[in-house]
Structure formats: C-alpha cells, structure tokens
C-alpha cells in the first residue's frame, strides 16, 4: 500500500531505513547562518540524507528565499520549511510584514461586523502570501490555547481569546485561508497550554481540569480546527492528569486514541519543541514520541543522535517499522500537495497598510473617565515607564508629549496634573513571566495615587492592567511594537478613536 501511494522517485529515496527516519524529522535552521559556507555545508548535509524539514528562525528575505530554493532544489523530496510566524512573517524574517499577536487582531476585529471580518481575511491572506513568497510552505500557525491562566508566561497574547468559542472561530479562519493558499496550517498546542502559569519551555505544566472540563474550554477548539481542515496538530509538553499520567507528547491515549481515534484527526501530528526543558526528565522522548503516535519530531536537538536512537529502538522491536511507514504516507500525502502552491504577487507595502490598520483598531480603553482625554501635544505630563527596560528605552512616547521621564523608582514622588504609566511587556520562551514584579506593581500603585489624574497604558499583557483600578484611565494595547505605540499616541490624542474590545476578563 505505501508503494501505491508514493511515486517511484520518492520511493528510490527512500531506499533505506535511515533514510525513511530523517524524513520525519524538522531541524532548526537559523537563518542569520546561512552566509556561513561551514553552516551551509552542514544543512546540504541533512538535506543528502533526507532529512523532512526546517524550521526557520531569522534571516534577511532575499537571502533566506534564496537558500530555500537552493535546498528544495537538491532535496529529492520536497521539504516542510516551517516557522513560527504568529505576527506574520516578519516575526522571523527581515524585510516581510510583522503583524499585530493574535490577542490584538481578537480585539480590533468584531466578527459580527463583515467589513472587520474582511479586514481579518485580508491579513491572514497576506500572511499566506508573503510565506509562499519567503519558501515557508508549513506556517506553525494558528495557536488555539485558551487563555483562561491571566499569569500564563507562554501564551497569553498569543492566544485570541479566553473564550473557547472565539478562538475557535477566530482559529478556523486562519486555518481555512491557509489551507486554501497550498499552505499546511498547525493548529497549536494540543491539548490545549491556555490555563497554566508555567512555562513549558522551562518545565513540565499541569492542567488540573476533568475532561468534560476540557471539552467544553480546551480541546473545543482543536475539535473545530478539525472540522475547518487542519493539516497538522502540533501536540503541547503539558501533562493533564484527567487524560493521562504521561506527558501529551508521549502519551498514547491522549495523541492516538483521543486526537485520531475519538476526535477523527488523521493529519499530520508534530510535536513541540524538542529542544525545550519540560521533557527533561523522561527517558528517550524521540522514541516515546513516536510510540505515541506522533508523525513528526519537530526541532530535536541533534537530528543524526535522534536518528541513531530510532534505529536502535526499531532493531529492539520497542517501535514497528511499518508504523515508521504509516507515518511517511502521511508525510507523502502532505508534500504531494506543494506541488499546487501557487506563486503570488505580493504587495509588501499593501500588506504593511493592513498591519497598521490592525494595530488602530485593536487599541482597548478598559477604564475611562470624562474631561482627560483627548491630550493636546503640549499637554504637561510625567510620563513612567515600566517593565522591560529594554523595549521602552527609545519608546515613541517620549516624542508627543510635553512631558518629564521616568522609571518607576523606590521613594519616587511626582506631583503632576497628569501621570501616564506605560508598562510595557512581552511573552517570550524561556522567560517565565508575562507581566511585571510585584514590588514595581506597589510602586505604580503610589504614583497613582499621588497623581491628580492618572492614565496607565499596557504595552502587552492586558492581564497587567487588573493592578491598577485606582487610575482614571487604563488602556491596553497587547503589544510593546513601535507600531502599537504609534496607535495609541494617535488614540490618546483623538486622531482616531478606541475601538477595540477586551478579548479577556481582567477584573
């Protein structure tokens, strides 16, 4: 049967068992590497023995279309090139489109309106085209967590929405446009990483829900990126006791008889990171992986010590190879379809437009009160900056107001007319928190109440704003990007209004 379903030349290159392994194998590719002829070397490497994919991070657009070319050029089977392109391509590579995080376009677009509704087909459009244009043929995306934790590290605003039926509607678009283009979507993190302060990058997170639990909130999405045609499913490092005592990713129950036997899922299954700390303490997960059901270890340390692990554990009989085979027909199945990806013309500046329209629409005034806004320029202010340093230190604000500048300071004491504090703050891997300390949360607290009238702005986590109900004014804007900044600076002035909505309960 595998033989019927592939061609001969694809058959040939998989004359051997070794080659048959790397083929469900993606490898990090680091794209501000490749001027390297050494890294160059070592990539055409794994491209000779047949290694299935890439995942990209970084490089410049020229280059990385380029190097993609030439790679699927001397593969003798297509290869997945995938990328975590969440905000667009731009995320990862220069020069392409970044987009507003998904919490942001929940809040700008009102899917009962259809003008908004073709706003958000426009933008994953757009999305779609420019990761046809870079070579990108497997976008990890759309993240379909539920985010009901307002501590979680990981996700936060990266997901839609705390409400499992607007992610899911929200999911199904991204994953109907991106299928449509040629594109294998991922629907992400199976069974669901929304309700946890842990970081799965740094440990193993527990979901203590019961199953029904988790039908009605987590998995409702996952079951409805079925229904909409979702080519893949990129399984979570989450244990969920209720499921089983295992660890998603290495868990039988939870990937082959819940995802493909009890929810019909018969796409591609990929996992998380393999890279990441939350597997630490669980013997070989290459191998535990695959006897689960996965099709596809994504991002393992070292492809040829993952290789040589599977081997070993099929001449122990601890996997059967014709499951390895079962596998490469999905695989097949998914790469025959490349094939049809058409090339587009892409209108980088057109798509630019569509971000910044995003961004203005998804500004949220959460609090306010009368007689402060709208600012005039010349409007005195202290201004406070707070949270990471790093992303406000040349923070746009500092350009439209007459104002002083701050960062929150023990003993400070400012008597102005006017406070406005912007937090500003990101959800990245390996940090382990999405907000701000608890002692800077004490000292806000003192500047508000010490301020005649008190505007506080979030630049990220919308959760940070719950803190602060004694300011007169709160407004979110989910992420620290120059162009979010540039939205509410035009907001706050009343160059445009406030029109998007809180996509979760902070209060």
């Known amino acids: 049967m595998f033989a019927n379903l592939i061609n001969s030349h694809m058959l040939n290159a998989l004359n051997s068992l070794e080659r048959k392994l790397y083929q469900i194998i993606i490898i990090r590719?680091?794209?501000?590497?490749?001027?390297?002829?050494?890294?160059?070397?070592?990539?055409?490497?794994?491209?000779?023995?047949?290694?299935?994919?890439?995942?990209?991070?970084?490089?410049?657009?020229?280059?990385?279309?380029?190097?993609?070319?030439?790679?699927?050029?001397?593969?003798?089977?297509?290869l997945f090139i995938a990328s975590d392109?969440?905000?667009?391509?731009?995320?990862?590579?220069?020069?392409?489109?970044?987009?507003?995080?998904?919490?942001?376009?929940?809040?700008?677009?009102?899917?009962?309106?259809?003008?908004?509704?073709?706003?958000?087909?426009?933008?994953?459009?757009?999305?779609?085209?420019e990761a046809i244009d870079i070579g990108i043929n497997m976008p990890l995306i759309p993240v379909l967590d539920v985010n009901q934790n307002p501590d979680n590290p990981i996700i936060c605003t990266r997901a839609f929405s705390d409400n499992p039926e607007d992610v899911a509607w929200f999911g199904s678009k991204y994953i109907r446009i991106l299928e449509d283009s040629g594109l294998i979507s991922c629907a992400k993190h199976f069974p669901g990483h929304g309700d946890t302060a842990i970081d799965s990058h740094i440990s193993l997170p527990v979901i203590s829900k019961s199953k029904d639990d988790l039908m009605k909130t987590d998995l409702m999405p996952f079951v409805k990126s079925i229904e909409a045609g979702a080519g893949s499913i990129m399984i979570g490092h989450l244990k969920v006791p209720a499921l089983d005592s295992k660890p998603a990713s290495l868990s039988r129950k939870i990937i082959t008889d819940l995802l493909k036997k009890e929810l019909?899922?018969?796409?591609?299954?990929?996992?998380?990171?393999?890279?990441?700390?939350?597997?630490?303490?669980?013997?070989?997960?290459?191998?535990?992986?695959?006897?689960?059901?996965?099709?596809?270890?994504l991002h393992p340390v070292d492809a040829d010590m993952t290789v040589k692990e599977l081997l070993s554990a099929i001449e122990s009989k601890e996997i059967i190879e014709d499951q390895i085979d079962s596998t490469l027909e999905r695989i097949i199945k998914a790469k025959e379809r490349f094939s049809n990806i058409k090339k587009p013309d892409v209108n980088y500046k057109a798509h630019a437009f569509i971000s910044e329209q995003i961004s203005d629409m998804s500004i949220t005034l959460v609090k306010s009160k009368p007689d402060i806004l709208p600012l005039s320029s010349d409007k005195d202010a202290n201004i406070v900056f707070a949270g990471d340093d790093d992303i406000y230190k040349s923070s746009l604000l500092k350009n439209h107001f007459n104002s002083e500048f701050h960062k929150v300071a023990i003993g400070q004491t400012l008597n102005s007319e006017l406070l406005i504090i912007a937090i500003f703050t990101s959800v990245a891997a390996w940090k382990g928190s999405s907000g701000i300390s608890d002692e800077e949360k004490r000292k806000i607290i003192e500047l508000i109440k010490q301020a005649k009238s008190s505007i506080v702005i979030s630049f990220g986590s919308p959760y940070v704003l719950r803190h602060f109900e004694e300011a007169d004014i709160l407004i979110a804007a989910y992420e620290p990007s120059e162009q979010a900044q540039m939205a509410v600076i035009k907001c706050l002035k009343g160059e445009i209004e406030f029109s998007g909505k809180l996509p979760v309960k902070i209060f």
Do not use: H, W
């Not at 070592?42 to 380029?66: C, H, P, R, T």
């Not at 700008?108 to 426009?122: C, Q, W």
């Not at 998380?272 to 303490?281: E, H, V």
């Open 264 to 297: 019909g899922f018969n796409g591609l299954i990929i996992t998380d990171a393999l890279n990441m700390s939350a597997l630490k303490d669980f013997g070989n997960v290459p191998v535990e992986c695959i006897k689960a059901g996965v099709d596809i270890l």
């Open 85 to 129: 392109i969440e905000r667009g391509v731009g995320q990862q590579i220069q020069g392409t489109t970044n987009f507003p995080c998904q919490m942001a376009v929940a809040a700008a677009i009102n899917r009962n309106k259809p003008e908004d509704v073709s706003i958000l087909e426009n933008a994953i459009k757009a999305v779609a085209d």
């Open 29 to 78: 590719l680091d794209g501000d590497n490749i001027q390297s002829k050494e890294y160059q070397n070592k990539i055409f490497n794994l491209v000779e023995k047949g290694i299935g994919g890439f995942i990209i991070f970084g490089g410049a657009k020229d280059e990385i279309q380029s190097f993609i070319n030439k790679i699927q050029t001397i593969a003798e089977i297509p």
